[in-house]
């Protein structure tokens, strides 16, 4: 499972994205230099020809060659979501799957419709198929969610069949068919006019999506307005935090706002089992032995700027969104070792009713700490930002080590 969403700014596109894995995966972000076309690329369980790759940054479980999620030196954002259709994925041949066709999408795309025709002609050359997952076989197929300064794409498929739609001024996706007969482009079996959610499964409620998707849509929408300016005295980029933060209760946790509101350190912070109702299933996931946020990102993609991204190690609600400039990559966010350390916070608060409280009361203000840092350097030279890499690991160890993990 996994919540992406995209809005649009006076400067350009915010995108964000939980990544919602197996509770005990690794994932790490890493940077990754621009490569010459004329190779063997060696994905996932495929060989395929290599097209080159720009410089980009991007979140992998620590087992994947593909992405979670990421940002290229063009300033191209791209993040997927698992989707259920009446196709079948355990009838694929090995092919591509979701993390890939991300991956693929961020080396090869200057603009996110490079990203989009890069992606589709994979797909329509290799198809999907392989496991998303380590430890059993699991296959699936992915929608995705394209942005860059100007737009983008939310595109959703089904083995060998996509349709694909404009971003417009933002939009917001989850596990679930959304698309209807408002795509504009398709692959060629998709029927003009078509309702593309024939596509989507009967037999998977849509409620384990839905209710995200009022989420992060409200976000969308709120920060949002016609003109596409923000709106009045809105930080688009904190806002987008608190609402990879939501559990079912609202945004929380913005920077600069580093206590729970009463009703969240008022009873049992965060979910721990799973109902009929999917009530439990919320943008910061919390299935203990089934799903959990493991990894959380967020992108400012700006006209005639170089991106900006926040990455979180773990839930998002017991970890700090490290502010950095790609492709300078906080170490800090590199190390599994790291990692571990927020598992073990997330752990905390699952078990612990007044924990979380405590957890924030520590590492929110590292965070504010670390924004307005950033944000005093988003000028400045490479050195200085190698300089703030360094010290923000710092800054956050010690917090880590006050918490006692």
Request: glycine share 8%; hydrophobic share 40%; with cysteine.
């Given at each position: 499972?996994?919540?992406t969403?995209?809005?649009?700014?006076?400067?350009?596109m915010?995108?964000a994205?939980?990544?919602?894995r197996?509770?005990?995966?690794?994932?790490?972000?890493?940077?990754?230099?621009?490569?010459?076309?004329g190779?063997?690329?060696?994905?996932?369980?495929?060989?395929i020809?290599d097209?080159?790759?720009?410089?980009?940054?991007?979140?992998?479980p620590?087992?994947?060659?593909?992405?979670?999620?990421?940002?290229?030196e063009?300033?191209v954002a791209?993040?997927?979501?698992r989707?259920w259709?009446?196709?079948?994925?355990?009838?694929?041949?090995?092919?591509?799957?979701?993390?890939?066709?991300v991956?693929?999408?961020?080396?090869?795309?200057?603009?996110?419709?490079?990203?989009?025709?890069a992606?589709?002609s994979a797909?329509t050359?290799?198809?999907?198929?392989?496991s998303g997952?380590?430890?059993?076989?699991?296959?699936?197929?992915s929608?995705?969610?394209i942005?860059?300064a100007?737009?983008?794409?939310?595109?959703?498929t089904?083995?060998?069949t996509?349709a694909?739609?404009?971003?417009?001024?933002?939009?917001?996706i989850?596990?679930?068919?959304?698309?209807?007969?408002?795509?504009?482009?398709?692959?060629?079996?998709?029927?003009s006019g078509?309702?593309?959610?024939?596509?989507?499964?009967?037999?998977?409620?849509?409620?384990?999506?839905?209710h995200?998707?009022?989420?992060?849509?409200?976000?969308?929408t709120q920060?949002t307005?016609?003109?596409g300016a923000?709106?009045?005295?809105?930080?688009?980029?904190?806002?987008?935090?608190?609402?990879?933060r939501?559990?079912?209760?609202?945004?929380w946790?913005?920077?600069?706002?580093?206590?729970?509101?009463?009703?969240e350190?008022?009873?049992?912070?965060?979910?721990?089992?799973?109902d009929?109702?999917?009530?439990?299933?919320?943008?910061c996931?919390?299935?203990?032995n089934?799903?959990a946020?493991?990894?959380?990102?967020?992108?400012?993609?700006?006209?005639?700027q170089?991106p900006?991204a926040?990455?979180?190690l773990?839930s998002?609600?017991?970890s700090?969104?490290?502010p950095?400039?790609?492709p300078?990559?906080?170490?800090?966010?590199?190390d599994p070792?790291?990692?571990?350390?927020?598992?073990?916070?997330r752990?905390r608060?699952?078990?612990?009713?007044?924990?979380l409280?405590?957890?924030?009361?520590?590492?929110?203000p590292?965070?504010n700490?670390?924004?307005?840092?950033?944000d005093?350097?988003?000028?400045?030279?490479?050195?200085?930002?190698r300089?703030?890499a360094?010290?923000?690991?710092?800054?956050?160890d010690?917090?880590?080590?006050r918490?006692?993990v």
């Open positions: 499972m996994c919540d969403l995209c809005l649009r700014t006076r400067g350009g915010v995108f994205k939980n990544s919602d197996p509770p005990g995966e690794a994932q790490v972000v890493l940077a990754h230099r621009a490569r010459e076309a190779a063997t690329l060696r994905t996932q369980y495929l060989e020809a097209a080159g790759a720009f410089e980009l940054v991007g979140s992998h620590t087992w994947l060659w593909g992405l979670e999620h990421g940002v290229n063009h300033g791209v993040g997927n979501e989707v259709t009446i196709d079948d994925p355990r009838a694929q041949t090995a092919g591509l799957i979701g993390m890939d066709l991956r693929i999408g961020l080396e090869r795309a200057r603009t996110a419709d490079d990203a989009l025709d992606m589709t797909l050359a290799h198809g999907q198929g392989g997952e380590r430890d059993h076989k699991e296959p699936y197929f929608s995705f969610l942005a860059d100007h737009g983008g794409w939310v595109l959703e089904s083995a060998r996509w694909a739609r404009p971003v417009g001024d933002g939009s917001a989850s596990n679930r068919i959304s698309l209807t007969n408002d795509w504009t482009k398709a692959s060629a079996d998709v029927a078509a309702d593309f959610d024939h596509w989507r499964s009967r037999t998977i409620r849509t409620s384990i999506a839905d995200r998707l009022r989420a992060t849509r409200a976000c969308v920060r307005v016609h003109t923000p709106a009045a005295g809105a930080n688009p980029v904190a806002a987008v935090v608190a609402t990879l939501d559990h079912g209760n609202g945004p946790g913005a920077p600069g706002a580093p206590t729970l509101p009463e009703r350190s008022a009873a049992h912070p965060v979910p721990a089992f799973h009929e109702n999917d009530r439990h299933v919320t943008v996931m919390h299935l203990r089934d799903q946020t493991t990894a959380s990102f967020v992108a400012e993609l700006r006209v005639d170089p900006r926040w990455a979180c773990g998002p609600c017991a700090v969104f490290v950095f400039f790609p300078v990559v906080p170490p800090l966010l590199g070792a790291q990692w571990q350390r927020f598992a073990r916070l752990d608060v699952e078990g612990d009713p007044d924990a409280a405590v957890v924030r009361s520590t590492l929110a590292v965070e700490d670390l924004w307005a840092e950033a005093a350097i988003s000028s400045g030279a490479d050195r200085s930002r300089e703030y360094i010290r923000a690991g710092r800054l956050v010690a917090a880590l080590v918490l006692g």
